[in-house]
């Protein structure tokens, strides 16, 4: 299997945890997409890679809030003293610049759950 | 400003009907990509359709076809003969391309529901 692989699944943290979240995209794509989504939303944009530099992050995510690609391959979302808020789908996606389209390809998501 | 505007929080269709999902979109970029996504409950997002801002025609992907107006910014994704896996969430997407990053904006979403 090729496609994006999110890890773990489903996360159940108190809140005050540190969470990370890995994420292991298509093997030759460049490009690499952090997105939260809450119920009945879409997804919203957190950050993104071309291979190990984060190009833009949003201005809405707190600096609790640290993603790294470091080998331009794998990358990881941590969330630091997390609060109930936090609780969504972190969503993984990637996509390659040589596409005629570009569209993104999509993980499972790993769902957060902060008590 | 919200980039990507999708105004029908959810429909209903007749099984083998066709149905049309709206999607508005705003940018200043001549350069853009439009996308369309499902969701179904599962949770897994599929790329259904692309459409980019030069494309003289409009986008067709098996029973889905994109209706591409661009002087009234409006991308709107028709499903024809529906069926009743077609019931989902669908989300509307652009990109945009000439300022050098490629993030991608994503609508609130339409849910549809496919009846017997």
């Known amino acids: 299997d090729t496609g994006v692989s999110q890890d773990p699944r489903h996360k159940i943290t108190k809140r005050g945890q540190n969470v990370t979240f890995r994420c292991d995209p298509i093997s030759e794509h460049n490009r690499l997409y952090w997105y939260r989504q809450t119920l009945g939303q879409g997804p919203e944009f957190l950050t993104y890679?071309?291979?190990?530099?984060?190009?833009?992050k949003s201005r809405l995510l707190s600096d609790r809030f640290s993603a790294e690609r470091p080998k331009g391959s794998f990358s990881t979302l941590e969330i630091q003293r997390t609060e109930q808020g936090d609780s969504a789908m972190y969503l993984c996606?990637?996509?390659?610049?040589?596409?005629?389209?570009?569209?993104?390809?999509f993980g499972e998501g790993s769902r957060l759950t902060v008590l | 400003a919200q980039k990507i505007t999708q105004t029908q929080p959810g429909m209903f269709v007749q099984e083998k009907e066709a149905v049309t999902l709206d999607c508005t979109y705003d940018?200043?970029?001549?350069?853009?990509?439009l996308f369309w996504y499902k969701q179904p409950s599962s949770g897994e997002m599929i790329f259904l359709i692309y459409q980019g801002s030069y494309d003289q025609q409009n986008a067709t992907e098996g029973r889905y076809s994109l209706n591409f107006q661009k002087a009234r910014k409006s991308a709107n994704l028709v499903i024809s003969a529906s069926q009743l896996g077609d019931s989902a969430m669908y989300f509307c997407?652009?990109?945009?391309?000439?300022?050098?990053?490629?993030?991608?904006?994503f609508g609130t979403g339409t849910r549809l529901k496919v009846l017997a």
């Open positions: 890679f071309q291979n190990e530099a984060q190009l833009e």
């Open positions: 996606a990637s996509s390659s610049e040589t596409g005629r389209t570009g569209e993104l390809f």
């Open positions: 997407a652009m990109r945009e391309g000439s300022s050098g990053t490629y993030k991608y904006i």
């Open positions: 940018t200043s970029d001549p350069s853009y990509g």
